[in-house]
């Protein structure tokens, strides 16, 4: 399995993004995909993640304002970030797991929130 993420940059706050996560896999066939990210001096933490069968999760800072969704024809995860704050801020990597246990992690897109 290979990850590429894109679509981090600079946006203000109260501002949209939307980061993409393409995958070598099928990404509807899955245990689960995600969103973390990892804010400078801290631990990397969940943002959002879904399952094969589309069930959300999500952190609570996060609800109301970010979304996930996938294209099954492109194999491509989309987290949709609205509102966003400087809280924000950080690299952002998508996860794939799949049901044989293994996981993957993609090489992180950065987004820096400005207030």
């Known amino acids: 399995v290979q990850l590429q993420a894109s679509g981090g940059g600079l946006v203000e706050a109260g501002g949209s993004l939307k980061l993409s996560c393409a995958a070598s896999v099928s990404v509807f066939s899955i245990k689960s995909m995600g969103w973390y990210r990892q804010a400078p001096g801290k631990q990397r933490e969940l943002v959002i993640e879904?399952?094969?069968?589309?069930?959300?999760n999500s952190a609570d800072s996060v609800k109301g304002r970010f979304t996930i969704s996938r294209d099954s024809v492109k194999n491509i995860m989309y987290l949709r970030m609205n509102s966003v704050e400087p809280e924000d801020t950080g690299v952002y990597y998508c996860?794939?797991?799949?049901?044989?246990?293994?996981?993957?992690w993609g090489q992180g897109t950065l987004v820096t929130v400005s207030s």
């Open positions: 879904i399952t094969g069968s589309g069930f959300v």
């Open positions: 996860k794939h797991e799949d049901w044989g246990g293994v996981t993957t």
